[in-house]
């Protein structure tokens, strides 16, 4: 059964660090385009950064600076490093999974995770 599983969600302060992961199960993730999105209350998901099978990157302009995303062919894992968090970054965060190999954000991806939530606040 092919699943991504999320987590490192957790409650920082304003200009605290996390790293959340994306573990997958039953596929490799190295064939795939990950995608890191978020959905804060009342808002539509929206895309945040992803990284191509070639290691290509992107990032909104939102977190450019801020966030890091990476791979770990070893663990199967997609990482999302974000550093200076602010409070308009609270949101649950999914990754996603598209056989395209290209990354982009506006496209339908083929796999998600449950979610994994993300609280700034002081």
């Known amino acids: 059964q092919l699943q991504l599983v999320e987590s490192g969600g957790d409650s920082v302060q304003p200009g605290g660090s996390l790293r959340l992961s994306c573990a997958a199960s039953g596929f490799t993730l190295d064939y795939y385009s990950i995608g890191w999105f978020r959905q804060a209350p009342g808002k539509e998901r929206e895309g945040v950064s992803c990284?191509?099978?070639?290691?290509?990157?992107y990032y909104v302009d939102s977190v450019k600076g801020r966030f890091t995303i990476s791979r770990d062919t070893a663990k199967n894992t997609v990482y999302l490093q974000m550093n200076s968090l602010k409070p308009e970054d609270t949101a649950v965060y999914y990754c996603?999974?598209?056989?395209?190999?290209?990354?982009?954000?506006?496209?339908?991806?083929?796999?998600w995770g449950q979610g994994t939530q993300v609280t700034v606040s002081s």
């Open positions: 990284i191509s099978p070639y290691g290509s990157t």
């Open positions: 996603g999974a598209t056989n395209r190999l290209l990354c982009v954000l506006n496209r339908p991806y083929d796999y």
